[in-house]
């Protein structure tokens, strides 16, 4: 984070924090997981849609669709 705060180039994606929970728990989804560890493809999707719009501003490539 501090390199983040120190830097403007350089971004951070909060996955744990952002993807969607658990019902009423603070935790990742379970759907979003093989295991304990493995995301399922929802969950690489999930992260993706995360990652996504930092990526393409860090490239100037515009909006996401």
């Known amino acids: 984070r501090a390199l983040a705060a120190a830097n403007a180039h350089v971004s951070i994606v909060e996955a744990e924090r952002d993807l ?29 849609e995360l990652i996504a719009p930092v990526l393409a501003d860090a490239l100037g490539t515009g909006p996401v669709r």
């Open 20 to 48: 969607p929970r658990e019902g009423d728990l603070d935790i990742p989804s379970r759907a979003l997981f093989k295991d304990g560890m493995h995301l399922s493809p929802a969950g690489h999707q999930a992260l993706a």
